[in-house]
């Protein structure tokens, strides 16, 4: 599978579960509970393969993404830190939601520069063929990735 491709799947489906946390109410906690725990996964496996895979191969095959690349890594340092306090806190506390709304609007900031910006130049340094591979390495990498986000480099290495 071409790498663009699957990333972008990624996001839709962080995306559905977004909309699926929006549209609960304050009585829904457990619900909320458990789209935050999805959400947590998701996200900590999207970055750990993002860092771990698809970064290193675009910016060889495309260096002068690098800065939109060391961005990306600091935005994801950020939502992955977020992620670690949102995973133990409890959906009840009156922080929970406002917490969930702030990595809404970062991540959705996070996917808009990705998906408008810079896959497309990725795409053309690298080709449909030339993505394949790292593609395969995603979906591999799906299955090593940690679950838990502290376990994420970026989590506690800035």
Do not use: C
Not at 38 to 66: C, G, M, N, S
Not at 88 to 109: I, T, W
Request: hydrophobic fraction near 35%; proline fraction near 5%; glycine fraction near 4%.
């Amino acid at each position: 599978m071409d790498a663009i491709v699957l990333l972008r799947e990624d996001h839709k489906t962080v995306e559905k579960l977004f909309k699926r946390f929006e549209k609960t109410s304050d009585d829904q906690s457990s619900e909320r509970r458990r789209i935050a725990d999805e959400v947590v996964e998701e996200l900590t496996v999207h970055a750990w393969i993002e860092e771990q895979i698809f970064y290193p191969a675009a910016r060889e095959a495309a260096p002068d993404t690098k800065d939109h690349i060391l961005e990306s890594i600091e935005e994801h340092h950020a939502v992955v830190w977020m992620l670690s306090e949102i995973k133990d806190m409890d959906p009840g506390d009156e922080r929970f939601k406002a917490k969930m709304s702030v990595l809404m609007e970062q991540v959705r900031h996070h996917v808009e520069e990705e998906e408008q910006d810079w896959f497309p130049e990725v795409r053309k340094a690298m080709g449909r063929n030339r993505l394949t591979e790292p593609g395969g390495e995603l979906q591999t990498g799906k299955k090593q990735a940690p679950r838990d986000p502290l376990a994420v480099p970026s989590a506690h290495s800035k």
